[in-house]
T-cell receptor, first 114, second 111 residues
Framework: DTAVSQTPKYLVTQMGNDKSIKCEQNLGHDTMYWYKQDSKKFLKIMFS???????INETVPNRFSPKSPDKAHLNLHINSLELGDSAVYFCASSPLGRGEETQYFGPGTRLLVL | QKEVEQDPGPLSVPEGAIVSLNCTYSNSAFQYFMWYRQYSRKGPELLMYTYSSGNKEDGRFTAQVDKSSKYISLFIRDSQPSDSATYLCAMVVGGSEKLVFGKGTKLTVNP
């Protein structure tokens, strides 16, 4: 009965490869997010989707492309991986997408680019 | 200057100590203030939420907001080893969808 789940938990890959991370929430929330947490634990928003519509798109390289097939799923595809992409990527969801709502985070995907 | 500043620590205290964690911010439009707790290798989870200046208490935890000084604090009384985690402050402008996090303070409570 996991609320927000992500796959895979760990991802080790070579520079230049393309990879995808999947996220699913079973909370019935309208809004989902992708965050990046760097090695210094700084958590920064990348994207948010509300009911499959892109709402927030921070200054993220266009090698990163989110896709939301339905409001329960938000996937992140990364092209041409670079060393600097190594980080922990967290998916989160909130009921309506208002900033003051509680956000529920997944367990994270640890990406290491070699 | 970053919008939200938080001392990353690390902070190490003995069990039973009172812990004070702090954040400062520069954007006076921030209206909602949260503290998230993140255990090692886990996602953050909401610990406390407040939107007005003053204190809010929940068990051993007290969140304090001083909007005039642009300063928020989280106090932990009678700290326990299970409180060992990274604590992230977060805040949002009213009407905005975007939560802005501090860098997090790593706390270790030693038995």
């Amino acid at each position: 009965d996991t609320a927000v789940s992500q796959t895979p938990k760990y991802l080790v890959t070579q520079m230049g490869n393309d990879k995808s991370i999947k996220c699913e929430q079973n909370l019935g929330h309208d809004t989902m997010y992708w965050y990046k947490q760097d090695s210094k634990k700084f958590l920064k928003i990348m994207f948010s989707y509300n009911n499959k519509e892109l709402i927030i798109n921070e200054t993220v390289p266009n090698r990163f492309s989110p896709k939301s097939p339905d409001k329960a799923h938000l996937n992140l595809h990364i092209n041409s991986l670079e060393l600097g992409d190594s980080a922990v990527y967290f998916c989160a969801s909130s009921p309506l997408g208002r900033g003051e709502e509680t956000q529920y985070f997944g367990p994270g995907t640890r990406l290491l680019v070699l | 200057q970053k919008e939200v500043e938080q001392d990353p620590g690390p902070l190490s205290v003995p069990e039973g100590a009172i812990v004070s964690l702090n954040c400062t911010y520069s954007n006076s439009a921030f209206q909602y203030f949260m503290w998230y707790r993140q255990y090692s290798r886990k996602g953050p989870e909401l610990l406390m939420y407040t939107y007005s200046s003053g204190n809010k208490e929940d068990g051993r935890f007290t969140a304090q907001v001083d909007k005039s000084s642009k300063y928020i604090s989280l106090f932990i009384r009678d700290s326990q080893p299970s409180d060992s985690a990274t604590y992230l402050c977060a805040m949002v402008v009213g009407g905005s969808e975007k939560l802005v996090f501090g860098k997090g303070t790593k706390l270790t409570v030693n038995p």
